[in-house]
Every structure is written in structure tokens, then in C-alpha cells.
């Protein structure tokens, strides 16, 4: 089954740092772009970043530019979202997805999300 | 503020058939292609249409895309109780180079 795991989400201090991970399984990972998407509490969707299948094209949101990288291990089937100088408006739950379409204009596989609050 | 607009809520009988818009403009929907996704309550937002108007493997074809210049649509038939849930449109900006939202729209089925 395909299948999306998120990991890493956690409890940090505003301006800290965290690493998110998303292993994935039963499909060609290195065949497909990435995306992560964020869902603050009691709010809606927000795209945060993607990252073409074999790395080299990287997109960010204004909201997270310079300071959050996405980045990709193909050797490993896994995708990576290292964020730095969080902010309290970083709270949210992040999800990553696949791309079916190279275009980073759907996502048809949605991992079950991993939560990151960002407190004091 | 999301770059994408849907209305807030839409609601309507079992068996009767809903309609939940989305505007852009020429930078993202106009010139991309439109996806649609359903979000229950506590779970991953699931893909419902994609390409405008195409449905994955699995999703019945009571749920259809549309898209005319810088606006698309989803519409649901045959509602059932099991549809309420949040729907959200999404497609790519290119003055952003960065994908986009709706602000999303909660479905009610009376």
C-alpha cells in the first residue's frame, strides 16, 4: 500500500529548530515531486514547500522563505522538512504529500500529519 | 487572507446537489490546473478531483471539477451525511512560484 509516515513534530521554544521527516513506502519515490502542507489549529490548509522528484527544484511559501528547507533523500525514500527560527504561527499540524503530476498543482497521498507547537 | 476564495459554509439536503466555488485569478487558476480535496474531521485531507475535472481511482462520480477563466467549481450529487466534511480547492501560483489554497468551505448536509 502507498503510504506516507510523518515523524518528527514536537514541542520547541520559539526561535529553535526542528527536523521533519516523511518516509515513504510502495511507489518510486524519487519519480514523483513532494510537498509539505500545514494546518494551523482550527484552521485551514496552508502550502508551505515542494521539492521537485529529483531534488533539484525547490519552492517556498513567503510565510517560511529563509527559514525552512525541504530537501529529499532518494536513497532512502524520504522527505525532510528542517525548520529554524520557529515562530508561534508555525503551530500547526504538517502533512507532506505526493505529487501525481510533477506540477505541484495536486496531491493524491497525504501521510496522517505530525504536530509542531512552537512555545515557550 | 487565502490568495484562493471559497465561501465559508454551504449546506443542503440528503439526495440534493451542492455546488462550492473557488476564485483566483490569471496567475493561479487561470493558468494552472485546479484540485479539489475533502477533509473529515481529525483526518489527512483527501484528493477528490484533479487536472480541473478528473477523478482519482475510488471517488465516486458524484463528486465533478469544473473550471471557466479564473474561477472553478466542485459540485456534489446525491449528498449523503457522510459528505459533510471541509472541502478545499488548490492549484499553483505563478507570480508566487508556490502552491495555493482556498481558504476552505464546510459542507453541511440538513
Known amino acids: 500500500e502507498v503510504q506516507l509516515l510523518e515523524s518528527g513534530g514536537g514541542l520547541v521554544q520559539p526561535g529553535g529548530s526542528l527536523r521533519l521527516s516523511c518516509a515513504a513506502s510502495?511507489?518510486?519515490?524519487?519519480?514523483?515531486?513532494m510537498t509539505w502542507v500545514r494546518q494551523a489549529p482550527g484552521k485551514g490548509l496552508e502550502w508551505v514547500s515542494g521539492i521537485s522528484g529529483g531534488g533539484a527544484h525547490t519552492y517556498y511559501s513567503d510565510s517560511v522563505k529563509g527559514r525552512f528547507t525541504i530537501s529529499r533523500d532518494n536513497s532512502e525514500n524520504t522527505l525532510y522538512l528542517q525548520m529554524s527560527s520557529l515562530r508561534a504561527e508555525d503551530t500547526a499540524i504538517y502533512y507532506c504529500?505526493?505529487?501525481?503530476?510533477?506540477?505541484?498543482?495536486?496531491?493524491?497521498?497525504w501521510g496522517q500529519g505530525t504536530m509542531v507547537t512552537v512555545s515557550s | 487572507q487565502s490568495v484562493l476564495t471559497q465561501p465559508p459554509s454551504v449546506s443542503a439536503a440528503p439526495g440534493q446537489k451542492v455546488t462550492i466555488s473557488c476564485s483566483g485569478s490569471r496567475s493561479n487558476i487561470e493558468n494552472n490546473y485546479v484540485s479539489w480535496y475533502q477533509q473529515l474531521p481529525g483526518t489527512a485531507p483527501k484528493l477528490l478531483i484533479y487536472d480541473n475535472n478528473k477523478r482519482p481511482s475510488g471517488i465516486p462520480d458524484r463528486f465533478s471539477g469544473s473550471k471557466s477563466g479564473t474561477s472553478a467549481t466542485l459540485g456534489i450529487t446525491g449528498l449523503q451525511t457522510g459528505d459533510e466534511a471541509d472541502y478545499y480547492c488548490g492549484t499553483w501560483d505563478r507570480s508566487l512560484s508556490a502552491g495555493v489554497f482556498g481558504g476552505g468551505t464546510k459542507l453541511t448536509v440538513l
Open positions: 510502495a511507489f518510486t519515490f524519487s519519480t514523483y515531486a
Open positions: 504529500a505526493k505529487d501525481p503530476t510533477g506540477t505541484l498543482e495536486a496531491f493524491d497521498i
